[in-house]
């Protein structure tokens, strides 16, 4: 059902895309997470919140002056620090840092704020792929272990996304744009059986920096970028 739904909105942004007259572009952006997981006891009493990241790349199609279609191709890292346990549960003193690799897409509906429309809102979905999951335990005292248990959850993970930026047009071919963006998962990401029947749900927020490239489509229908 969650692939079924990331198909369906992927063919109306497409369509969108290219069954307008309207302008676009396309970008580069990344920045650090703010990584938290919810849903069971164990993470609320061995876990913190891990500081992880995201890169990759963007397009935009405007379908007004003060709404576009966004659609963003990433690899993120997603993660919690853990301390005194290790990941099969069993005490220890040392810290052990989770790191959970995607490739995330973002499906989004952009809204301009302000007189000038510099500032704009996103909302829309994420459907993340789980390329690999270690855990890495390290402490005084204590051998430095690494290890892998991504046999322990789901490939997919799926959820809501809304983001608030600014853009800064530095001139007629290059925008800066700054954004806070939160994915907000809504599924069970885990295999395991959870003490009093609980979940692992992923939800991160990054800081993104990007820069953005105007796209202009001619009348033979290329596109050019706009230099």
């Known amino acids: 059902m969650k692939q079924n739904l990331l198909i369906l909105l992927f ?3 497409t369509n969108t895309l290219y069954g307008q007259n309207t302008k676009y572009s396309f970008g580069i952006e990344g920045g650090p997470s703010y990584t938290i997981y919810r849903g069971n006891d164990i993470i609320k009493d061995f876990d913190s919140p891990g500081i992880r990241g995201m890169a990759g790349l963007y397009f935009k199609t405007f379908i007004s002056e003060h709404s ?3 659609t963003n191709f990433s690899y993120e890292i997603k993660g919690l620090n853990g301390k005194g346990i290790l990941p099969n ?4 003193n040392c810290t052990t840092r989770g790191y959970l690799d995607y490739l995330v897409i973002n499906l989004m509906y952009q809204i301009a704020i302000g ?3 510099n500032f704009y809102y996103k909302i829309g979905t994420f459907g993340g792929y789980l390329l690999s999951k270690k ?3 390290t402490g005084n005292n204590f051998k430095k272990s690494i290890n892998y248990d991504i046999e ?20 007629e071919s290059l925008i800066f744009s700054t954004e806070i963006r939160n994915n907000f998962g809504l599924f069970n990401i885990s295999k395991v059986i959870n003490i009093k029947d609980g979940t692992v749900k992923s939800n991160a ?3 993104l920096i990007g ?3 105007p796209i202009k489509r001619n009348s033979d229908k290329s596109f050019q970028i706009i230099l």
């Open 11 to 13: 063919f109306i942004f």
């Open 68 to 70: 576009a279609f966004s």
């Open 89 to 92: 549960l069993s005490p220890c």
């Open 115 to 117: 007189e000038k429309k």
């Open 135 to 137: 855990n890495i335990s």
């Open 152 to 171: 322990q959850y789901h490939k997919f993970d799926f959820g809501l996304t809304n983001g608030l930026g600014v853009l800064f047009n530095l001139n």
């Open 205 to 207: 927020t990054t800081l």
């Open 211 to 213: 820069f953005l490239f």
